[in-house]
Nanobody
Framework: QVRLMESGGGSARTGESLTLSCVPS????????LAWFRQAPGKEREWVAI???????DYTPTVEGRFAISKDIAKNTLYLQMNSLKPEDTAMYYC???????????????????WGQGTQVTVSS
């Protein structure tokens, strides 16, 4: 059974930084898609950042240049470094995964079968 444990959410002011962490367990594959999604109250889930099996990353335009997704293989941890935070970044953030992929990663939420419980990020002005 795949489990994703997120941590690192909290409150920040505009312009500050936060780092989210996620530790996946139960998935056994060398080719995985790992990503962060978020959902604000009253809005649909949206993808934030994806890290491909080859290590390349993709970002939704609203966070490009401010957020950075990375993974530490030795620590088996996925990160989302969030800089220059804005109030519109306020949302519940989810770590998601799909293990054993044969191609590239999707940015559609339904493509990912494994989701963490979420961690809240609140940015005030």
């Amino acid at each position: 059974q795949v489990r994703l444990m997120e941590s690192g959410g909290g409150s920040a002011r505009t312009g500050e930084s936060l780092t989210l962490s996620c530790v996946p367990s139960g998935g056994a594959s060398s080719r995985n898609c790992l990503a962060w999604f978020r959902q604000a109250p009253g809005k649909e889930r949206e993808w934030v950042a994806i890290i491909e099996p080859d290590g390349t990353s993709d970002y939704t335009p609203t966070v490009e240049g401010r957020f950075a997704i990375s993974k530490d293989i030795a620590k088996n941890t996925l990160y989302l470094q969030m800089n220059s935070l804005k109030p519109e970044d306020t949302a519940m953030y989810y770590c998601v995964a799909r293990f054993g992929v044969t191609g590239g990663c999707s940015n559609h939420p339904l493509w990912y079968p494994s989701w963490g419980q979420g961690t809240q990020v609140t940015v005030s002005s």
